[in-house]
Nanobody, 114 residues
Framework: QVQVVESGGGLVSPGGSLRLTCTAS????????MAWYRQAPGKQRELVAR??????TDYADSVKGRFTISRDNPSIMSLQMNSLKAEDTAVYSC?????????WGRGTQVTVSS
């Protein structure tokens, strides 16, 4: 079992920055990948960024060059979000994938508005 908890969301002006953190606990030693997803009102959940054990990263086209995912240690994953736009407004959720199971956090709200 793996538990993940997000932190760092909030309200930011367009062009601003936020850093989201996902803290994992439990059986973290066998986590294959961790990722950030987001869901805006009325839209489907989408993959924002993913990091696979070993360091490979993958980004949605809409965030490439603006967001950076990192896994600072086995239990901490971060998403640095720069040059935020109104369309980045969503609930951001952390995902951990381990041994064919997905584990989800409750999400953290990111609102980009002036």
């Amino acid at each position: 079992q793996v538990q993940v908890v997000e932190s760092g969301g909030g309200l930011v002006s367009p062009g601003g920055s936020l850093r989201l953190t996902c803290t994992a606990s439990g059986s973290i030693g066998s986590i294959d990948s961790m990722a950030w997803y987001r869901q805006a009102p009325g839209k489907q959940r989408e993959l924002v960024a993913r990091i696979i054990t070993g360091g490979y990263t993958d980004y949605a086209d809409s965030v490439k060059g603006r967001f950076t995912i990192s896994r600072d240690n086995p239990s901490i994953m971060s998403l640095q979000m720069n040059s935020l736009k109104a369309e980045d407004t969503a609930v951001y959720s952390c995902n951990a994938y381990r041994l064919r199971f997905n584990y989800w956090g409750r999400g953290t709200q990111v609102t980009v508005s002036s």
